[in-house]
């Protein structure tokens, strides 16, 4: 049998009196107290920007679903006159838990499900939400507020977080739009401007946000400038067949994804991601007949360039975002008077989604 190897210096047993010396000098250099033989105090760490956002979006979105549960309570049957308002209040009672359980970490969730499940009796409640609307005015209000700091958050935050949290905003974009026009109300505020979306928070130091990979950018980026460029040819066809007010919205249309490729080929070119050049002539859809086009065609746009941007949001370093997150809203503010349902989180299965971290 081979002889032990001999034990490493470092691998000494430490004097007993050394070892409370050593204690000793710990408590004096004021790293808190400290007990021979117990695990020092755990301290978490303050929350990042990321938790800071998302707990001021879980608390209106608690608001929110407050609100319309109190809405249609006060509206008793008459929702049901109006088949649109009806409907609308339908989907957006339906979106919101799914879009604040997509907020929610895994622990947090885990936590609220056992609760459920199995209530403690003796356990802290938690606070029912205040300052809750009653009416549709105050409740459509209060989405162009959630709306907003989604927007704001969006331009901050994580790119694994931005994605969803600006899927979020352009739904509540979508809904409140809809709530809007249904009920004959003005209580939503314009869509922001992307210039004006610049960082409004400290973020700390101690947790600071992270970005995607650069490949997904550069992919994203390509692809939202194909399909703006594509969307400016269709809109224009789409024109050129329309008359009277028709035809003047297709060609504003035309000229905003215009607009908004040719931003988006500038920042390629000084990213040095692939740029994309325009082309004279676009094949249109082959499957949608001819005399479809008109009813077919700009949902299908809107929808698709909703998912290109919300996707670019996610992939972009925080400066590159402002121009995705307002053409989000834009699409999804299109969308409105097109469709009646549209994903809680648009481009996103919730289920899906990874926990907040």
Partial sequence: ?????PRPPSARPVPRRALLLGSAALLLAGCGPVLVGSPEEYTPPPPGIDDLYREDLLTLL????????????AAGGAPAEDPELSAALGVLESALPQQRLALLTGA????????????????????APTDVPQDLPALVTL??????????????ISGSLARPVAALAAHTEWIAT?????????SLTAVPVAADLVATREVPASD???IGAESD???????????????GYAHEVLAARAEGTAREQHQVLSQRHRDRAA????????DGAPVVARQAVYALPAEIPDEQLEGVLPGLLARGLLGDHLALVGAAPFARRALSVVAALEEAQSLAAIVSTLAPLPSLETEDLPPAD
């Fill in 62 to 73: 608690d608001r929110a679903v407050a609100g319309t549960a109190a809405v249609l309570a």
């Fill in 143 to 156: 989405l162009g507020a959630l709306r907003d700091l989604a927007v704001q958050a969006s331009v901050q």
């Fill in 108 to 127: 947090e969730a885990e936590k609220e499900q056992e609760a459920k499940s199995d209530p403690d009796p003796e356990a802290t409640t938690t606070p």
């Fill in 263 to 270: 931003a988006l080929a500038a920042i390629a070119e000084e």
């Fill in 178 to 186: 809809r709530l809007d026009g249904a009920a004959g109300t003005s």
């Fill in 1 to 5: 049998m081979p002889a032990p190897l």
């Fill in 217 to 231: 950018y550069r992919s994203s980026l390509q692809r939202a400038q194909q399909e703006e460029w594509y969307a």
């Fill in 208 to 210: 600071p946000p992270s």
